[in-house]
């Protein structure tokens, strides 16, 4: 059996350990591995390694850093293929979408590469006489990354590239469900050339997770996960004086108003709700169909879903099995519940014939129309392979349902009317906007985020927001003494 251990200061850790995970391939529906869960003490170990390695990596000139991403970059896009196979083999998701994943990391790396740019101060000359001013950016010390199963190489990358491009040391707490990504990033690191400690993993749960909240000599976290765990992670980090960006749950909704061409909306509902079996947080769960367009638009959504293939990921599968059977059979759970609360369940998900073992953990797609606001199906982040169809009166009625949404993460209009999408993107409250767009991810020199629910902290993820989540400001007064002294004055400095 495969045991997944801890990277620290490296290099793999050697230790012990008392408490462990298991892992499972989701598409064979067996344990695939044992993952070490990190006590408190190994926390600090890591902890330790990345506060001993900081003061020479902050010292390493920009050339060096850039010099390391360089050729982290080059590793990763030489071994995009064994990455994408290692998360398909431990999430579900299909191959392609591994590679995907893998993709969207490798730009937040080629983003950092510019750093030696990203960390430009600026320069004023005679603030006052013969005195300039000018600004730094500096690197906040240990970093803890905490993130979730559903994206176990993209999420992490969203940060650590960034993290330690910016001089900082990073301690990094993955999924429990997926982990072993995390070490073969750990190794193209060592590859690289990057130093010990300046990258570490710890595995576990909470009890990992409370060690990184509460470490004296952890600066700043970066979580991602649900909406109750980012909320207790912004508020516990945050009581200990530390910087925290915490982006939790969705609700995503794609409004489709009557003038939208409805095979492009129909094509993108299919593709943004089921892609990763709706295990993406920028997935979208409710369609807004804005009247008279409904019906027409559930008979296009439900006329491709029966083309669909669920199966092994490693496959020629359009959607793979969902991460563990608990989470299959909450996700199935919703299914009843929808009944029960009077929706119409137009595609039944559970009655489909996956291509993979017997034991895989698969839910089909499922379709929901007639969904009210109030029903489960719609309050709740399912995080699953369930689309549901809510029927609006009008554009205002559909605005008023996005925005009394307590998520904020992403959402998408579809229409042909330039009017009514530049009204919609001014009006609606979400961090990611889509025009005819339905997964509206921004690109890596963007920052990633959402509002409300979705995000507690100011500092999105990547682009200039990542940056200055990493650094502290300092701005340099100075004067360098002429001829000419000063001589003594009390008053309040003033430009003369
Ligand atoms: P999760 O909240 O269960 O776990 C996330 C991380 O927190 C994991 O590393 C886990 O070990 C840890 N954790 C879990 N429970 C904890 C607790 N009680 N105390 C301390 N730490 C704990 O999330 P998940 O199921 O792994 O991921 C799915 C969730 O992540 C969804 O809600 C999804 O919307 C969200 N997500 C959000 C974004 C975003 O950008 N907003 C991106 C990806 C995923």
């Excluded at 803890?144 to 992490?156: E, H, L």
Aim: charge should be negative; glycine fraction near 12%.
């Amino acid at each position: 059996m495969k045991r997944i251990t801890h990277w620290i200061d490296g290099k793999p850790f050697a230790g012990e350990s008392e408490r462990a995970g298991d892992v499972f391939d989701p598409a064979l529906g067996v344990v695939s591995g044992r993952v070490d869960f990190a006590p408190a003490a190994v926390v600090d170990e890591a902890v330790a390694a990345a506060t001993r390695a900081f003061d020479g990596w902050r010292e390493s000139s920009l050339s060096q850093r850039t010099k390391v991403l360089f050729a982290f970059r080059e590793l990763l896009a030489a071994r995009t293929g064994e990455l994408a196979s290692i998360i398909t083999a431990e999430h579900g998701k299909v191959l392609a979408d591994a590679a995907g994943e893998v993709q969207r990391g490798l730009e937040v790396v080629e983003f950092a590469c510019g750093v030696p740019t990203l960390l430009k101060g600026g320069f004023s000359e005679n603030v006052s006489t013969r005195v300039d001013s000018y600004s730094l950016r500096q690197p906040l010390g240990v970093v803890g990354v905490i993130s979730p199963f559903n994206f176990p190489a993209m999420v992490p990358m969203w940060f650590f590239p960034v993290a330690i491009a910016c001089g900082n040391t990073v301690v990094l707490k993955p999924s429990e469900k997926d982990p072993s990504a995390s070490v073969f990033l750990a190794e193209l690191w060592a590859q690289a050339g990057l130093p010990g400690g300046v990258f570490n993993i710890v595995h576990g749960d909470k009890v990992a997770v409370d060690r990184l909240l509460t470490h004296p000599d952890v600066a700043a976290v970066s979580f991602v996960g649900s909406t109750a765990v980012a909320r207790y992670v912004y508020e516990t980090g945050t009581s200990r004086g530390k910087r925290v960006q915490a982006l939790g749950g969705a609700k995503n909704h794609m409004v489709v108003l009557p003038d939208a061409d409805l095979d492009l909306a129909a094509d993108a509902a299919v593709n943004s709700g089921f892609g990763s079996a709706g295990e993406r947080c920028m997935a979208i769960s409710a369609v807004v169909a804005v009247e008279p367009i409904g019906d027409e638009l559930v008979a296009k959504i439900t006329s491709r879903m029966a083309a669909l293939h669920t199966g092994d990921g490693r496959r020629d599968s359009d959607m793979g099995p969902l991460v563990t059977a608990a989470h299959r059979d909450k996700v199935a759970g919703y299914l009843d519940a929808g009944l029960a609360e009077g929706a119409s369940l137009v595609v039944d998900g559970r009655s489909i014939e996956p291509d993979g073992a017997a034991e895989g953990f698969w839910l089909g797609p499922s379709l929901f129309d007639h969904v009210e606001p109030t029903m489960s199906v719609y309050t709740d982040e399912i995080f699953g392979p369930v689309l549901s169809v809510v029927r609006s009166p009008t554009y205002d009625a559909a605005l008023d349902l996005v925005n009394t949404n307590p998520y904020g993460n992403g959402t998408a209009i579809f229409t042909n009317d330039g009017g009514a999408a530049r009204r919609f993107q001014h009006d609606v409250q979400a961090g990611m906007v889509g025009i005819n767009v339905p997964i509206p991810v921004p690109m890596a020199y963007y920052s990633f985020g959402g509002w409300k629910n979705s995000l507690f902290g100011d500092a999105h993820a990547h682009g200039a927001e990542g940056v200055h989540f990493y650094t502290r400001g300092k701005v340099v007064t100075s004067r360098w003494l002429d001829p000419s002294h000063g001589g003594v004055d009390l008053g309040f400095p003033t430009q003369t």
